[in-house]
């Protein structure tokens, strides 16, 4: 209890980075500034799709394109071990699955897994911790919800380099149904998520996996939606 109240207390007098800016400010709740909060809090979710899209892509919502403060503090939660930002970004998570499927209905929140390798090198299963917070979220707000693990990542090299197709091919052969996955009471609607959605072929991939179990998932929810550039 004192530790954590001497983190409280440090919390509003120490300078500490923002997560969203990189700015040295003191006074950060949950590691990001105000001004980032009401960049963040003004993304609005809406429907994204890869061109091309792969076959077996669910409709996708994302919060927003894969830049600014959005891109800042996914890169600070995953890769700079902030695990504190887990549960803001599980709380717009959860403002992205209520876009996508509308109205309050039983759900099941599928995370995409980790390999064994990510998941050591980010300390834990980080998308793991965002589905809880975003499901603790939208069970407040009334919606019956609970987080599934239906599928393990198999090791698998880095995509990259690949291409569309070379991230297609790899993403089929990267993830198996485990023994215990089943298909889902009637009326529950299945949500995908992951953080950034890039081509798609991950999201795919485990879709199509889930559609052979009867757990074919409706939409896929993440944070973020890259923009793909072709060179010129």
């Known amino acids: 209890m004192l530790r954590g109240l001497w983190a409280d207390l440090a919390d509003l007098a120490l300078p500490t980075e923002c997560a969203g800016c990189r700015q040295r400010r003191p ?31 669910p409709p996708c919502h994302a919060l927003g394109s894969y830049g600014g403060p959005l891109r800042e503090t996914l890169l600070a939660y995953k890769e700079h071990g902030r695990h504190g930002l887990a549960r803001p970004l599980g709380a717009l998570l959860a403002e992205v699955v209520a876009d996508a499927v509308g109205s309050a209905r039983p759900l099941v929140l599928v995370p995409v897994p980790d390999t064994p390798a990510a998941a050591r090198a980010r300390f834990g299963d980080h998308l793991g ?44 052969a990267a993830f198996r149904v485990r023994p215990d996955a089943g298909p889902v009471p009637p009326g529950t609607t299945v949500v995908l998520l992951d953080d950034i959605v890039t081509t798609g072929s991950t999201l795919a991939a485990i879709s199509q996996l889930l559609a052979v179990q009867g757990m074919s998932p409706s939409v896929a929810a993440v944070l973020a939606a890259t923009e793909k550039r072709h060179q010129r």
């Not at 006074?27 to 077996?56: K, M, S, Y």
């Not at 979220?137 to 690949?162: C, E, F, H, I, K």
């Open 129 to 172: 911790r965002l589905a809880r917070h975003c499901a603790r979220r939208l069970d407040a707000a009334g919606w019956p919800v609970r987080v599934d693990r239906p599928v393990r990542a198999l090791p698998r090299p880095d995509s990259v380099t690949l291409d569309s197709a070379g991230r297609a091919a790899t993403a089929l």
């Open 27 to 57: 006074g950060l709740r949950h590691g990001v500034c105000p001004d980032c909060v009401t960049a963040l809090q003004a993304l609005r979710p809406g429907e994204v799709r890869p061109v091309p899209a792969p076959v077996g892509l």
